[in-house]
Structures are given as C-alpha cells and as structure tokens.
C-alpha cells in the first residue's frame, strides 16, 4: 500500500525558516517524482513544487511564488523528500500535502501538515 | 498567464447527473487530471489523461475533452459524492495548474 507522511509543519514567525518531510513507504521511492502542494485556509489546491526521479537527474521544479524561497530534495536511501521553506510569509500558511507525481498527475497524497506562518 | 475555469458550485439531487466543466487554452496541449477533495481530508484522483480512472473509483465517475473544456460527469450522483472537485492539467511551462474547485452539494 503506497503511504506518504508528512511531518515537520508548525507555526512559525515570518522572515523564519521550517522544514518539512515525506516519509514513502509501499513503493519503489526512486523511481518516481516527489510534489508538494499546498492549500491555505478555505482555499483551493496550489501547486508548490516537484523534484523528478534520479532517472531524470533530479532537478527541481518551482511555482513562482515560492521560487528562490523553497527548496526540494530527496535522499532516496530513506525514501524521504524535504521541503525547506525559507522567508516565510503570512500567506505561505497552508495545510502542505506530499503526493507522488506520476504522469504529469498527483496520483498519491499524503494526509497533509499545517504550516501556519503569524507572530 | 494560463488558468483553467471551474463553476464554483453545482448542486443536484440524488440520482442526476452532474457536470462539472473546467475550460482553458492550454487544455487541447496537455492531459487533464480530476480530484475529488471531502472536507478534512486529502484530495484522491478520480480521473487521469482527461478519461482513464484509477483502480478502485466507481465507474459513476468519467471524463472526456473536447478542444478547450474537460468535463467530469458523475452519474447517478450520490449523497458520499458531496465533496470538492479541482482539475488539473499544465500552464504553458509544462507545470502543473488546478482549477479553482467545484463544491458539488447534493440536495
């Protein structure tokens, strides 16, 4: 059974910095990319960003309002992916979903971490 | 810049068929994807490359494209099938983009 877990979300003061984790487990971990999506408070779904597979040298892939703050990575030995968002804002607050991304689709999603970025 | 267009809201009562459209011009270069989102959990994905469905989603639910619009068609709607419903596809970088979500209430 394929399962992501989230951890690492919290609150935070803005300008500082969090890092989350997806723990995969039920599949081959390496062989697919990794995408966080995020949906802040009451609102729809927004695509945050994806690391491909080893296969495709894992770059990294960003949406425009978190480029340059937010960083991918994977260690697919633990079969983890991170998420370290840097600066954060108010309006990065938002429940962060981990899902495998499979197909230029979201096949698989974790059950989500609430990021909530105040003083 | 890219978006894909959903109605806000569709109610219906138990048995209809709904519809769920969601337009952009990008939909005619890249496939489209349909998630099913109940409040307090995760989104599942219902529908992928615009009409194949993944193994375990009744076959009340389809999908189908044609030039600038996807539709998601729930047949014989049901009162479990009262939930957000977002499309996906890609933006002109080959990205991924949602729709803005369809809140279906069944009467």
């Known amino acids: 059974e394929v399962q992501l877990v989230e951890s690492g979300g919290g609150l935070v003061q803005p300008g500082r910095s969090l890092r989350l984790s997806c723990t995969a487990s039920?599949?081959?971990?390496?062989?697919?990319?990794v995408s966080w999506v995020r949906q802040a408070p009451g609102k729809g779904l927004e695509w945050v960003g994806f690391?491909?597979?080893?296969?495709?040298?894992?770059?990294?892939e960003y949406a425009a309002s978190v480029k340059g703050r937010f960083t991918i990575s994977r260690d697919d030995s633990k079969t983890i992916a991170y998420l370290q968002m840097n600066s954060l804002k108010n309006e990065d607050t938002a429940v962060y979903y981990c899902?495998?991304?499979?197909?230029?689709?979201?096949?698989?999603w974790g059950q989500g971490t609430l990021v909530t970025v105040s003083s | 810049s890219y978006e894909l267009t959903q109605p806000p809201s569709v109610s219906l009562s138990p048995g209809q068929t709904a519809r769920i459209t969601c337009s952009g011009d990008?939909?005619?270069?890249?496939?489209a994807y349909w998630y099913q989102q109940k409040p307090g959990q995760a989104p599942v994905m219902l529908i992928y490359?615009?009409?194949e469905r993944p193994s375990g989603i009744p076959e009340r639910f389809s999908g189908s494209s044609s030039g600038t619009t996807v539709t998601l068609t729930i047949s014989g709607v049901q009162a479990e099938d009262e939930a957000d419903y977002y499309c996906?596809?890609?933006?002109?970088?080959?990205?991924?983009?949602f729709g803005g979500g369809t809140n279906l209430t069944v009467l």
């Open positions: 899902t495998r991304y499979y197909g230029d689709g979201f096949d698989y």
């Open positions: 039920g599949f081959t971990f390496g062989d697919y990319a």
């Open positions: 690391i491909r597979s080893n296969a495709y040298g894992g770059t990294t």
């Open positions: 990008a939909l005619p270069k890249h496939y």
């Open positions: 490359k615009d009409n």
């Open positions: 996906q596809s890609a933006d002109r970088s080959g990205n991924p983009l």
